[in-house]
């Protein structure tokens, strides 16, 4: 073998592997979108539910309507709705990401074709 016999494989070969990864990458990035996307969409369904929660027991602990028990359970559900802001934040940020990732691969694929 000689010292200077190194080959490449063809620009077509290497060009249909690339392919190949980013079509992968793209159902990888499907996938993860995906999930953030119902993972959002029952935490909105259940924000919704606390919030009116929140809101309803607050006006009754105004008009005095209820418990001293019911008090901390206001408490409870203030507590629920920030804890589900947060992640709602953070699956924001996510998909942010996922964006990004998704024009970075537009680019990359466009450099192949």
Request: with cysteine; aromatic share 4%; glycine share 2%.
């Amino acid at each position: 073998m000689s010292l200077f016999s190194f080959r490449t494989r063809s620009a077509e070969r290497d060009d249909a592997t690339d392919q190949r990864r980013f079509d992968r990458l793209e159902r990888l990035l499907d996938e993860l979108a995906d999930e953030i996307a119902v993972e959002k969409s029952g935490l909105e369904r259940r924000y919704a539910s606390v919030s009116a929660d929140a809101a309803f027991l607050d006006e009754a602990i105004e008009n005095e309507d209820v418990s001293r028990r019911s008090k901390g359970r206001e408490a409870e559900l203030t507590s629920s709705i920030l804890a589900c802001e947060r992640r709602l934040g953070v699956l924001s940020r996510q998909t942010s990401v996922i964006v990004e990732l998704r024009q970075n691969l537009i680019e990359l694929t466009k450099k192949i074709t």
